[in-house]
């Protein structure tokens, strides 16, 4: 069995910042890539970053870049989600993903096994 745990979030004011992590856990799996969703209230769940473990490669949608950064150190430990100057309009729930092989496009949800339980950002202005 799967799981990943994810942690961080809240309520943050316009232009702070917030970190998430997320920890994968389970002995079978081969974990080959994560990344992260959100969605927003009525909206599709949307592509927000992604790593590879092989070559630790990030990669983002294109809007974000600059303000969200994904890290972290191989496919056992957590990876975050280091959110800056954040708007109101990143107010969303936001869902950490584990892939355990390559399917050909990371910005895709169907490239993702496992699903983290989801955490709340809410931006203020």
């Known amino acids: 069995q799967v799981q990943l745990v994810q942690s961080g979030g809240g309520l943050v004011q316009a232009g702070g910042s917030l970190r998430l992590s997320c920890a994968a856990s389970?002995?079978?799996?081969?974990?080959?890539?994560m990344g992260w969703f959100r969605q927003a209230p009525g909206k599709e769940r949307d592509f927000v970053a992604a790593i590879t473990w092989s070559s630790s490669r990030p990669y983002y949608v294109d809007s974000l870049k600059g303000r969200f950064t994904i890290s972290g150190d191989n496919a056992k430990n957590p990876v975050y989600l280091q959110m800056n100057s954040l708007k109101p309009e990143d107010t969303a729930v936001y869902y950490c993903?584990?892939?355990?092989?390559?399917?050909?496009?990371?910005?895709?949800?169907?490239?993702?096994?496992?699903w983290g339980q989801g955490t709340e950002v809410t931006v203020s202005s």
């Open positions: 993903a584990a892939s355990g092989y390559y399917r050909g496009n990371y910005y895709s949800a169907s490239q993702y096994d496992y």
């Open positions: 389970g002995s079978t799996f081969r974990n080959y890539a």
